[in-house]
C-alpha cells in the first residue's frame, strides 16, 4: 500500500488561459468599484470634517452643521419621498399594462418608451420643468390654495410662478418611474404560469389573478424597485435646482414660493461661488447625502435579495 | 350538479395553425372520460379548451361548440370567467397558492365568487373541501400553515379541494398524478373514484393504466400525421378500448406497438 501512496504527484488541474484571465478581470473590475466607493466615502468624511466646527459665516449664517444641513435633508427627503408617491403607482400600473394587459407588440414599443424616459439628460428635464410644467401648475396651485387651503400642504399663498417643490416633485417622479417600471415588469413578467394559471381556472378575472398571483410574488420587488428609485430621487441634482425656487424653510407647505432646498441643488448652486470653510460645509451635506442614499439603496437591494419567500417557508 | 358535455366539431387554433381538428364527442355526467394519445397530439388542448383555459394564450381560439346544459359555451355572450367558474381544473404539477395557507387555498376561488361570507361557513366548506378530496385528516391540524409545505401529492389533493370547494359541474384534471409518486397517485385515483359519483370527470393521462383503472370512457387523441393537427381517433367505453378497440390504430398505440 505505501507503494501506491508514494506515487508521483497528480497534475495539476488543467486551468484555460482565457477562463484564468477573464475571472482576473471580472475580479479586478468588482475590487475597483469597492476602491471608488471607499475612496468617496474617505474624501467626503476627511474633507468634511472641518465643517463640525466651521463658524456661521461660512453657512450662511446658520449657527451648527446641524441647523444648516437639517433644512435641506428635509428638503430632500420632502421632494423625493413627494415624488415616491406620485410615481410609484404609476410605474407599478404602466408595468402591469407591459407585462399582463397590452398585446405583445405595444407592450414591447410602451416598454422602449419608458426606457427612453430614463436616456433622457436631467438639464433637458430641468428646462421642461422651468418652461413647460411650472406656468401649468399655477393654475393648480391656485385651485388647491382655495379649495384644499385647510390642509398644510396647500394653505398657500400659491406660487405665481409655479416653481415649487410639488413641481420639482413631479420631475423627480417622472424621472424615477423608468427605474420603478423596469424592476416591477421583470418580477411582474416572471411570475410563475402554473400560479397564474391556478387562479383564472378558478374563475378569477384579470385583476383578480393579478391580486392573487402577480402581486403577492412581486411585493419585494415593488419595495426595492421604489427604494432604488427612491435613491435615484434623492441625489438628483440638475433638475431641482433649475425648478425649484428654494429659501431654505422647513415647511410642508407645497405650493407656495418658499420651499426647501435639496442637498444636491444646494451644492450645485453654491460650489461656484464658495471657498475655504464654505466648501467643506457642502462637503458634509454631500457626506450625509451619501450615507441617506446608501441606506436606501442598501436598503432596496437587501429586500430584493431576500426576494420571493413563498416556496421555502 | 354535475352535467354532460357535448362537444361538436371542435377546431382549436393558436393563432393561423390549426392544433385540434374536427373533435366531436359526448362526454357523461358522473362518469370519468380518460384522454390518451402521444404528446404534442392535443389533448391537452382540448381539455382546455373546455373551460376556456386555452384562450389564455395570445391568439388561440376554436371553431364549433361545447354544449354544456343546453348552453354553448363559446356563444359571443358567455363569460369565460363565468365558464371556468363551472367547471374546475387540476393541474399537471400541484400549484397552491405559495402565499396562503392551506385554509385560504381552499377558500381561494369562494373568495372570489362571494364578497364575504361569515366564518362558519368558511369552516364548514373548508371541512367539506378537504374531506372531499381525502386530505382533512392529514391536515387538519395545521390548516393555517402554507400551502407549499405539504408534500407534492397532498398539494395536488390540496389543489383537488380548491376546485371542488366551489361545487363545479365539471371537473377537468391534466395529467393530475405525472409529477406525483406511486402512493400519492393511488391517493388521487381513489379520489377520482370517490368524486365521480358528483362530478363528471374528464382526465387526460399518459398512462394508459391509470386510464384503464379510473375512467368509465376512453378517447383515444393522435395526430392525423407529421405536422397535422391532431383528432380523435376513438371514443369507446375503456373496457372496449382495451379489449377491442374499433380503430387498428388505437389497438397498436395501447398494446405498445405505436410508431
Known amino acids: 500500500m505505501t507503494v501506491t501512496e508514494a506515487a508521483p504527484k497528480p497534475p495539476a488541474p488543467v486551468r484555460r488561459t482565457g477562463d484564468v484571465v477573464f475571472s482576473g478581470l471580472a475580479r479586478a473590475a468588482g475590487i475597483t468599484i469597492l476602491v471608488a466607493l471607499a475612496g468617496v466615502a474617505v474624501f467626503l468624511t476627511i474633507e468634511g470634517f472641518p465643517a463640525v466646527t466651521a463658524p456661521a459665516s461660512a453657512m450662511g449664517g446658520k449657527s451648527g452643521i446641524v441647523l444648516y444641513v437639517w433644512p435641506l435633508l428635509f428638503g430632500t427627503l420632502l421632494a423625493a419621498l413627494l415624488a415616491m408617491i406620485i410615481a410609484t403607482p404609476l410605474a407599478i400600473g404602466v408595468a402591469l399594462v407591459i407585462s399582463h394587459f397590452a398585446p405583445r407588440k405595444l407592450s414591447r414599443t410602451l416598454g422602449y418608451l419608458i426606457d427612453l424616459l430614463a436616456a433622457v439628460p436631467s438639464v433637458v428635464y430641468g428646462l421642461w420643468g422651468i418652461n413647460f410644467l411650472a406656468p401649468r401648475m399655477v393654475g393648480l396651485y391656485e385651485w388647491l390654495e382655495e379649495n384644499l387651503g385647510f390642509l398644510p400642504f396647500f394653505t398657500g399663498p400659491a406660487s405665481s410662478t409655479g416653481r415649487t417643490i410639488l413641481t420639482a416633485s413631479l420631475v423627480l417622479a417622472v424621472m424615477a418611474l423608468p427605474i420603478i417600471t423596469a424592476i416591477t415588469r421583470e418580477i411582474f413578467a416572471q411570475t410563475p404560469v402554473l400560479h397564474q394559471e391556478a387562479a383564472l381556472a378558478l374563475g378569477a378575472t384579470r385583476w383578480e389573478m393579478i391580486r392573487m398571483t402577480v402581486f403577492p410574488y412581486g411585493r419585494s420587488g415593488m419595495v426595492s424597485a421604489t427604494m432604488l428609485g427612491l435613491g435615484r430621487a434623492l441625489g438628483e441634482t440638475m433638475a431641482v435646482a433649475m425648478v425649484l425656487s428654494a429659501t431654505g424653510v422647513i415647511s410642508f407647505n407645497l405650493i407656495s414660493s418658499t420651499n426647501p432646498s435639496t442637498i444636491a441643488a444646494n451644492i450645485a448652486l453654491q460650489f461656484g461661488e464658495a471657498s475655504g470653510l464654505k466648501v467643506n460645509v457642502l462637503i458634509f451635506s454631500g457626506l450625509v447625502l451619501f450615507v441617506v442614499t446608501f441606506i436606501v439603496n442598501f436598503l432596496g437591494r437587501a429586500i430584493a435579495g431576500r426576494g420571493y419567500k413563498g416556496e421555502s417557508r | ?259
Open chain 2, 1 to 259: 350538479m354535475a352535467k354532460s358535455i357535448d362537444v361538436s366539431d371542435l377546431d382549436i387554433y393558436y393563432g393561423d395553425f390549426l392544433a385540434v381538428e374536427g373533435v366531436s364527442m359526448t362526454i357523461r355526467a358522473r362518469s370519468v372520460t380518460a384522454l390518451i394519445g402521444p404528446s404534442g397530439c392535443g389533448k391537452s388542448t382540448f381539455l382546455r379548451s373546455l373551460n376556456r383555459m386555452h384562450e389564455v394564450i395570445p391568439g388561440a381560439r376554436v371553431d364549433g361548440k361545447i354544449v354544456i346544459d343546453g348552453q354553448n359555451m363559446y356563444d359571443a355572450d358567455v363569460d369565460p370567467v363565468q365558464v371556468r367558474r363551472s367547471v374546475g381544473m387540476v393541474f399537471q404539477r400541484p400549484n397552491p397558492f405559495p402565499t396562503m395557507s392551506i385554509y385560504e387555498n381552499v377558500l381561494a376561488g369562494n373568495r372570489l365568487n362571494s364578497k364575504r361570507m361569515p366564518k362558519s361557513e368558511a369552516d364548514s366548506i373548508v371541512e367539506k373541501s378537504l374531506k372531499g378530496a381525502n386530505l382533512w385528516e392529514e391536515v387538519k391540524n395545521r390548516l393555517n400553515k402554507p400551502g407549499s409545505s405539504l408534500s407534492g401529492g397532498q398539494q395536488q389533493r390540496l389543489c383537488i379541494a380548491r376546485a371542488i370547494a366551489v361545487e363545479p359541474q365539471v371537473l377537468l384534471m391534466d395529467e393530475p398524478c405525472s409529477a406525483l409518486d406511486p402512493i400519492s397517485t393511488s391517493a388521487i385515483e381513489d379520489l377520482i373514484h370517490d368524486l365521480k359519483s358528483d362530478y363528471t370527470i374528464v382526465i387526460v393521462t399518459h398512462n394508459m393504466q391509470q386510464a384503464a383503472r379510473v375512467s368509465e370512457d376512453t378517447g383515444f387523441f393522435n395526430l392525423a400525421g407529421a405536422g397535422k393537427p391532431g383528432r380523435l381517433v376513438e371514443m369507446n367505453p375503456t373496457s372496449k378500448i382495451f379489449s377491442n378497440p374499433d380503430e387498428p390504430s388505437t389497438e397498436a398505440y395501447i398494446s405498445g406497438r405505436f410508431g
